[in-house]
DNA sequence: TTGACACTTCGATACAGACCGAATTGTGCG
DNA sequence: CGCACAATTCGGTCTGTATCGAAGTGTCAA
């Protein structure tokens, strides 16, 4: 008699592999976007490069992560923003229990205020850009996902997005991601990760070094709070 | 020197919690949304009553469940839908990656079709449901969660759902849950549940015993594309 | 009260897998 | 070529925990 196997996902299999600590802190620090190597990650993970190694390997083969060999280097990354979703989804979870590793500390405010997910602006920020884009007719529900509105694509263009090549490439445009810390939905896909680009390249924001914080200069956020006003209307 | 402990919430915690087998099947069979015993579950779950009765007591102290004794039974139901949600992120990614416990038989099409998430209608008339209410105007996005409009209000109670009763209770009404067949949002929250118990009161669908089916009649079908019509426009 | 049943606790077993250090392979740099 | 460094493989230890059966507690019904 074959041992008796509940129909569905193997929801078991992926959990358990996000169930342990070290895995589960490697997957938190790629949650940052950015190809980590194995050893960076042992370090994130504070355990030894050999059990590293090993644990990255299982990720592989789950598909949680992928890896390009660069030189003598192997950087891993997150393997897609499905991936990052459920991280996200876990994390809100698991923040609604109460259950923080450690007591909140100073970086928990900036954290809320605006970091990166995956690739993408999250945080309360993240979630003024997503409404706003609605808020102005640059965005709309298509049934499922957003999708950018005709004038909405010309705006993106104004910020200086190559929007001819993200449609060119097959991955979606637009998707939303829940927000962990405000339980509210906010922009992903590739426009999600081109506008976080952009941004930084305009030099508005920067990552901060080994945390997923996401810090605006003053006249950063100044200009962005232009770009993507929350009350429309108020001025003009 | 403390263990390096990082940041954030405690996700291998929860994750862990899933990743048990017998668990992940515990979980799985009270996405149901029925309450059920522990017996029942051990059975789900494959397992001895003993071992359940352990993986109950961590899923209780772990939140993920809750209980409640009536007389010598003890009937067991997730702890709320923000677990209902994790399980339905989890098995939209592990069913994304080809990963399903058995090959897919003819369940798998029904579920697809309309099935139970939690308390509430998913799959594809889900997804009818929520898009219909928006096209008809009866809902509308209120920045973070979808909200009833006044002639959505007057819509549902024309269905017989007791709205003010709904509104009194202390739990949200109206929230999106995300679809893991289609990754679509549908409708949850306390609206979400009174509407299917109405659906099933109303004789249109029936939930399938021992599964998260929900079938609908012929002419129960017929009465919701009535109620819920996908292309509105087309007819009046 | 006694018996049947639901569930939990206890004791014991067994297996999985997390972990490390040392040795190994592979790459880049001088 | 040879050193330094990144990463993996290997062998071995050890803790955690899933599992069961049997015994214990509690509840309902005769």
Same mark, same amino acid.
């Given at each position: 008699?074959?041992?008796?196997? =509940?129909?569905?996902?193997?929801?078991?299999?992926?959990?358990?592999?996000?169930?342990?600590?070290?895995?589960?802190? &490697?997957?938190?620090?790629?949650?940052? !976007?950015? #190809?980590?190597? #194995?050893? *960076? $990650?042992? !370090?994130?993970?504070?355990?030894?490069?050999?059990?590293?190694?090993?644990?990255?390997?299982?990720?592989? *083969? !789950?598909?949680? @992560? %992928?890896?390009?060999?660069?030189?003598?280097? =192997?950087?891993?990354?997150?393997?897609?923003?499905?991936?990052?979703?459920?991280?996200? @989804?876990?994390?809100?979870?698991?923040?609604?229990?109460?259950?923080?590793?450690?007591?909140? !500390?100073?970086?928990?405010?900036?954290?809320? *205020?605006?970091?990166?997910?995956?690739?993408?602006?999250?945080?309360?920020?993240?979630?003024?850009?997503?409404?706003?884009?609605?808020?102005?007719?640059?965005?709309?529900?298509?049934?499922?996902?957003?999708?950018?509105?005709?004038?909405? *694509?010309?705006?993106?263009?104004?910020?200086?997005?190559?929007?001819?090549?993200?449609? %060119?490439?097959?991955?979606? @445009?637009?998707?939303?991601?829940?927000?962990?810390? #405000?339980?509210?939905?906010? $922009?992903?896909?590739?426009?999600?990760?081109?506008?976080? %680009?952009?941004?930084?390249?305009?030099?508005?924001?920067?990552?901060?070094?080994?945390?997923? &914080?996401?810090?605006?200069?003053?006249?950063?956020?100044?200009?962005?709070?232009?770009?993507?006003?929350?009350?429309?209307?108020?001025?003009?």
């Amino acid at each position: 008699m074959v041992k008796a196997m =509940k129909h569905g996902p193997d929801i078991a299999r992926i959990a358990a592999l996000i169930g342990d600590p070290a895995r589960a802190n &490697i997957l938190t620090a790629l949650m940052s !976007g950015k #190809a980590l190597t #194995a050893s *960076e $990650l042992a !370090g994130e993970a504070g355990v030894s490069a050999s059990t590293a190694s090993s644990h990255l390997g299982r990720l592989l *083969e !789950g598909r949680l @992560v %992928k890896e390009a060999r660069q030189g003598r280097h =192997k950087y891993f990354a997150l393997a897609g923003e499905d991936v990052a979703q459920v991280l996200e @989804v876990l994390m809100g979870f698991a923040a609604g229990q109460g259950h923080l590793r450690t007591r909140t !500390g100073p970086k928990d405010a900036q954290l809320r *205020e605006a970091r990166v997910c995956y690739n993408h602006l999250a945080g309360a920020r993240g979630i003024q850009l997503y409404d706003s884009l609605f808020a102005r007719g640059f965005m709309m529900l298509d049934g499922d996902d957003p999708r950018l509105t005709e004038a909405g *694509e010309g705006f993106v263009r104004d910020l200086g997005v190559d929007f001819d090549h993200l449609v %060119k490439s097959r991955a979606p @445009v637009c998707l939303t991601c829940l927000d962990w810390s #405000a339980r509210r939905p906010h $922009l992903a896909g590739s426009l999600g990760r081109a506008l976080l %680009k952009r941004f930084e390249m305009m030099g508005w924001a920067h990552r901060v070094r080994d945390t997923r &914080i996401i810090s605006f200069t003053s006249e950063g956020l100044r200009q962005f709070n232009m770009a993507f006003p929350v009350n429309p209307g108020s001025r003009g």
